[in-house]
């Protein structure tokens, strides 16, 4: 199996008021953080899709082992951003028969997370991650479901592709999913060196 990563960070981060892709913790940006995941795992590709901020944003990215998109219609919503950063792993890599989707806000993702959910491909067309009573993202597509994706439009993202085909889904427990950086408070939260304590009945 011939893997990549989209990582999804395109959006102007409205509540927050400023890109949360730069936002720093422990030393690196959330941005950087996602791509060292990424990286770092099994994954053949890893393609960054920026649009709102894109400037800023891209000058984040100097050096680092990535391809970089931008959704120059990231206004439309995630089903746009996903369409274009699988178009480009398409074209960077045509043998790639699965797409991780990763946001640049859950700061505790990591290689072995990515690697489970890789593991778990054997097992089913699609796997995702299982927090908080829900199933979410990272969450890895076989190439059977590449169409549908390409297929998203406007705010549609991948979670519909999710329920319609839930009883096929494998799932891989992970709590911290449920920790995402949508605003101030959300931000400061993570600053506490004591943040994953506050998650820890988080329900799988």
């Known amino acids: 199996m011939q893997a ?5 960070a395109a959006g102007a981060s409205t509540r927050l008021g400023q890109p949360k892709q730069l936002l720093v913790h422990e030393n690196e940006s959330l941005l950087q953080r996602a791509i060292r995941a990424a990286t770092s795992s099994w994954c053949e590709e890893v393609v960054v899709v920026l649009g709102a ?3 800023s944003v891209v000058s984040d990215l100097e050096g680092l082992p990535v391809q970089v998109v931008k959704n ?14 699988l178009q480009k792993l398409l074209e960077v890599n045509t043998g790639i028969d699965a797409v991780l989707l990763l946001l640049c806000d859950q700061p505790y993702v990591d ?4 690697n489970q959910l890789l593991q778990k491909k054997s ?16 969450v890895l597509f076989g190439k059977a479901y590449f ?9 549609e993202g991948a979670k519909k592709l999710l329920y319609k085909y839930k009883a096929g889904v494998a799932l891989v427990p992970f709590p911290f999913g449920a920790v995402d950086i949508d605003t101030a408070a959300d931000y400061a939260a993570l600053q506490d060196k004591d943040v994953r304590n506050l998650f820890r009945d988080v329900r799988r």
Do not use: H
């Not at 290689?111 to 990515?114: C, G, M, Q, R, T």
């Open 147 to 155: 169409p549908e994706l390409l297929n998203l439009s406007g705010q």
């Open 123 to 138: 097992e089913a067309g699609i796997v995702a991650c299982t927090y908080s009573e829900t199933m979410g993202t990272p």
């Open 53 to 55: 901020n894109y400037e």
């Open 4 to 8: 990549g990563v989209v990582i999804l």
């Open 72 to 85: 120059e219609a990231w206004q439309q919503g995630m089903g746009a951003s996903i369409r274009c950063g």
């Open 111 to 114: 290689a072995e997370l990515l």
